[in-house]
């Protein structure tokens, strides 16, 4: 097959590479050019282009970049910036996997007549025997990535190959020693690749953004504090919302347009029903009333719901899931699709 | 077969430019500022090409800075005079980067250009005062091919700003024009080697008698005390042979391959629908150099395209390279008021000495073919 490996100039992908090579594909390495800004791996990451493109050179591999900037500006950078201008929580690495690696990148693969693209996630494409393909966690529990791409249909996944999905982070960090690759000691990238360190997404988004301090108030209304940016504060949040008298106090709900956090104790945090709008399905809709599994973070736990049309109901209550983040649904290991928080 | 149409970023080393240089990377070796015998021969030669260059270039020995290249040459042409003369720096919104970031630096500005990729000369005029130091206009342009009115542009300066230096940054003229003669009205004037058929990380910039230039690079005062470091013998003797084969042959290489271009440009814009040609307005090339060939495939990126091509055997490029490899949208489309969506979908054939009929049909073929492929495909 000819296989167009999308290189971040990670260990994963960088083993993807070589895993496919080795089993006889012809390779192709691709890094995308996302972020124009600032990141913490320099201007345009060029040392992350760098890695890949030396792992590739080494893997005796072809290597290209693609300039994706613009898309990733209008498909994830605005819309995380609006998304928290209304007060959301929203997840960029998700929206870029739906809009650039597994749609762009995708769709530039086909064109240029790759057969497939691979990419380093850790999570498995399993193809059963009707032929339906479906979305399975990775070999390795704990670095499992399963969450960030339950947008996969059926389309992509039949053009998407994970190899490192069957192997353990050890196992993946063996082999590019054995390879000798420059990356195989190369720290795991952290937190959203656009914003930096130094100035975190308070300074991102204050530069992007107007933003707005609003009153903290209980649940009777009654204004017990203040906080300097509204649209920076996510439900289930702890920090900044006062207590001290005891209990714990929780944001519970975010109002931009009233400027106004109303925060609670654990017991007002909890709840059995999560709102979700956008059902995107792996294989089939699942049928109404199903048994699920529900993750509503990339490494969090997975308690039993019930789906129903637009939420899922939860046997034990849970802490409130901040709108704007995913709400993955599960069949054991199987990933069935997901939405997005409302 | 691979037809390596990608002349205006690189072209092969005229055979005349590797022999000439060979005997300086092996017996030759020495440092020309040396007092002694092999000093002495690698002075000679250092010498003789000084005189072959300038001869090239139109200007007296004394006037050639040999330089690392292009860029440099730029850079010491700008900062240079500027050091020593204050003032305001204006360019032109499609110079090269090596020129635009120079201006920018400095806090210049810069003229617009119109569709065709020309300079507009009434909004050049509105920017000359009297404060001017420097005026930076090239002499063709890299990527659209357009050569620049560079005698009116001096004309402009002279009234306008009597006291500024009028630089032009030769390095993509230098195969196609008479640099020697056309340039003749710049007071500096840059060339780079490897664009002519000599070698990489070797230039020059014209300084013309009584222009004041201050050195970017300090040390051992070579180059009359205008360009430190050792000399690059090798690479300068090589760019010396590689002006006199270019100056030698550029009438009859421009009479041979304003065919070719025109045979490719023509063939493609038969062959593929919706194929736009830059800078040629009413299908007229006279006003770009005769090695570029520029077209628009509306629909199709340009990034996807040359991979195709590149796999097809066709050495091609678009715009320019940021430092990740990823390509920008280029600023002389955007200068010249085509959308960022469209210099997207640019493709820059560029021939050379060495292009040949078979490259141009391959190139017809595979270009056509991958156009076609990268539309159906959606």
């Known amino acids: ?342 | 077969m691979t037809a390596y149409l990608d002349h205006a970023a690189t072209t092969p080393m005229r055979p005349e430019a590797v022999a000439a240089m060979l005997p300086f990377l092996t017996e030759r070796f020495g440092n020309p500022s040396g007092v002694h015998s092999v000093a002495r021969s690698a002075r000679l030669a250092l010498d003789e090409a000084r005189d072959a260059v300038a001869a090239g270039l139109g200007c007296e020995p004394g006037e050639v800075i040999f330089t690392g290249g292009g860029t440099e040459a730029d850079n010491l042409a700008i900062f240079g005079v500027h050091e020593r003369r204050g003032g305001m720096i204006v360019g032109t919104a499609i110079e090269h980067h090596a020129v635009l970031h120079s201006v920018a630096a400095l806090g210049g500005v810069v003229a617009r250009v119109d569709a065709n990729g020309v300079v507009d000369l009434d909004h050049l005029a509105r920017l000359l005062r009297p404060e001017v130091s420097v005026v930076s206009v090239m002499l063709a342009n890299n990527e659209v091919g357009t050569i620049q009115p560079l005698a009116e542009v001096a004309a402009l300066v002279r009234r306008l700003a009597p006291d500024a230096v009028l630089h032009t940054d030769a390095v993509q003229a230098m195969p196609w024009v008479d640099v020697a003669e056309v340039a003749a009205v710049a007071d500096l004037v840059a060339v780079s080697a490897h664009k002519f058929g000599g070698p990489k990380g070797v230039g020059a910039l014209v300084v013309r008698g009584g222009v004041p230039l201050e050195p970017i690079i300090k040390g051992g005062g070579q180059e009359r005390d205008r360009r430190s470091g050792t000399h690059n013998v090798a690479g300068i003797v090589a760019m010396a042979a590689a002006v006199e084969a270019t100056v030698a042959g550029r009438r009859d290489t421009v009479e041979r391959v304003s065919v070719l271009r025109d045979r490719l440009a023509d063939g493609l814009l038969a062959s593929v629908p919706d194929a736009v040609e830059t800078a040629a307005p009413g299908g007229d090339r006279s006003g770009k150099i005769a090695g570029n060939c520029h077209l628009r495939f509306a629909g199709v990126e340009s990034e996807a395209l040359l991979l195709l091509l590149d796999g097809a055997g066709i050495c091609a490029s678009a715009g320019s390279a940021c430092a990740s490899g990823a390509i920008e949208p280029s600023h002389v489309l955007t200068a010249m008021g085509v959308s960022a969506a469209d210099a997207l979908t640019s493709v820059r054939l560029s021939l050379g000495p060495t292009t040949t009929d078979d490259d141009i049909d391959l190139a017809l073929k595979v270009v056509s073919e991958s156009v076609a492929r990268l539309r159906g495909a959606r």
Request: with cysteine.
């Open chain 1, 1 to 342: 097959m000819r296989v167009l490996v999308a290189m971040s100039g990670g260990v994963d992908s960088s083993v993807a590479a070589a895993l496919l090579r080795d089993s006889g594909h012809d390779v192709v390495g691709a890094t995308m050019k996302l972020w124009g800004g600032e990141s913490d791996s320099g201007c345009c990451s060029v040392a992350d282009v760098d890695d890949a493109r030396r792992v590739a050179q080494q893997l005796g591999l072809d290597h290209h970049v693609f300039n994706f900037t613009a898309d990733f500006d209008a498909h994830v950078v605005d819309p995380y910036v609006e998304a928290h201008g209304a007060g959301l929580t929203p997840n960029p690495c998700i929206e870029c996997n739906r809009h650039l690696k597994f749609d762009r990148f995708l769709e530039r693969a086909l064109d240029l007549g790759f057969d497939a693209i691979a990419t380093g996630h850790h999570a498995r494409v399993a193809r059963s025997a009707d032929g339906t393909w479906s979305l399975r966690r990775g070999a390795d529990r704990a670095k499992d990535q399963s969450y960030v791409l339950h947008m996969l249909g059926q389309a992509a996944l039949a053009r998407t190959l994970l190899p490192v999905g069957e192997l353990t982070k050890a196992e993946v960090r063996v082999r590019a020693t054995e390879l000798g690759l420059r990356t195989a000691a190369k720290p795991d990238s952290q937190d959203v690749c656009f914003i930096t360190s130094t100035g975190g997404r308070t300074a991102f988004l204050a530069d992007r953004l107007s933003l707005h301090a609003a009153s903290v108030v209980d649940s009777s209304g009654e204004v017990v504090g203040s906080v300097d940016a509204v649209e920076l504060v996510t439900v289930g949040q702890r920090r900044g919302m006062g207590g001290g008298r005891g209990e714990r106090r929780y944001a519970v709900a975010v109002d931009v347009a009233a400027r106004q956090v109303t925060i609670g104790g654990e017991s007002d945090l909890m709840t059995d029903v999560v709102e979700v709008d956008g059902w995107q399905w792996c294989g089939e809709a699942p049928p109404p009333s199903s048994a699920v599994g529900v993750q509503t973070s990339a490494h969090g736990p997975v308690p039993i719901a019930t789906l129903a049309s637009s939420s899922v109901r939860l046997a034990e209550p849970i802490r409130r899931v901040a709108p704007g983040q995913s709400v993955v649904l599960y069949d054991g290991d199987q990933v069935l699709g997901g939405g997005i928080a409302t």
